[in-house]
């Protein structure tokens, strides 16, 4: 239990690093000096992930091997540079504090579903499996279980038409359609409305999707998206049976 030490080593070898993907202490050193020198706020990331690590010494908590943030470690970087920029005013004084979104509201602003997780967990593996990570690579270092990392191999591998990101999202969501999770299936489309908002199909497939739970009032907003996108007959179909009167016993909670 000697952190301290542990950090310090840990310090000492990545500025010794041979294969040089991290920056040395003496570049945040002079980073730092600099914002000194200017007058500029210095955003210490570096502590920051250091707080929200066990021990201090960064790891999988927040990085995906050695370089890379995680989804967690993304948001604490966003976090971090935001709070910078709400203390020094650099967007004046006005900052609407109560605004500001919890960890689970702002990661329901992009949607990052568990395929999406799964699909970075494989590329790490596989990338770990090799080196300079490992001298001794291991013959399957990535066994998928669930479907969602079951999905994420096939579009790995580009197998059958699973072939993009956007098929794959399509098809384990129309694989939760037919196990009856309609709430997994919508998380999926969802993240396909917000990486393509100027393509109807993802507005379309969440308005259906809501009609079929029999809950109107949800695929209203979807479907008046998708005609705002792009009208068409299949839209206003489904727009005008989502606005008829429904009975409230047959509307799910």
């Known amino acids: 239990h000697r952190e301290d030490q542990a950090l310090v080593a840990y310090d000492r070898a990545r500025d010794l690093d041979g294969l040089r993907f991290r920056a040395p202490s003496a570049l945040n050193q002079a ?12 955003v210490d990331v570096v502590s920051a992930f250091r707080k929200a690590s066990p021990g201090g010494i960064l790891g999988h908590t927040l990085l995906m091997e050695h370089v890379h943030p995680n989804a967690d470690g993304y948001r604490l970087l966003a976090q971090t540079f935001g709070d910078a920029l709400r203390d020094s005013h650099a967007l004046g004084t006005d900052w609407p504090t109560e605004r500001e979104p919890t960890a689970a509201q702002a990661d329901s602003l992009y949607e990052l579903t568990p395929m999406d997780r799964a699909t970075g967990a494989l590329r790490i593996a596989l990338l770990k499996n090799d080196w300079p990570f490992t001298s001794m690579p291991v013959a399957q270092p990535y066994t998928p279980r669930t479907p969602a990392e079951q999905m994420a191999w096939a579009l790995y591998h ?4 699973i072939t ?5 999202h399509v098809g384990l969501a129309e694989q939760y359609v037919t196990a009856g999770r309609l709430d997994l299936a919508a998380a999926e489309y969802r993240t396909l409305a917000l990486a393509y ?3 109807v199909s993802p507005f379309l497939r969440l308005g259906q999707l809501y009609l079929q739970a029999h809950q109107p009032g949800r695929a209203l907003p979807w479907l008046a998206r998708a005609q705002a996108v792009e009208p068409t007959t299949q839209g ?7 606005r008829q009167p429904v009975d409230s016993a047959a509307v799910r909670p």
């Open 158 to 161: 580009r197998e059958g038409e």
């Open 197 to 199: 908002p100027t393509s």
């Open 236 to 242: 206003t179909a489904m727009l005008e049976l989502a």
């Open 31 to 42: 980073i730092a000096e600099v914002c000194r020198s200017e007058n500029v706020p210095f």
């Open 164 to 168: 993009t990101w956007e098929r794959a």
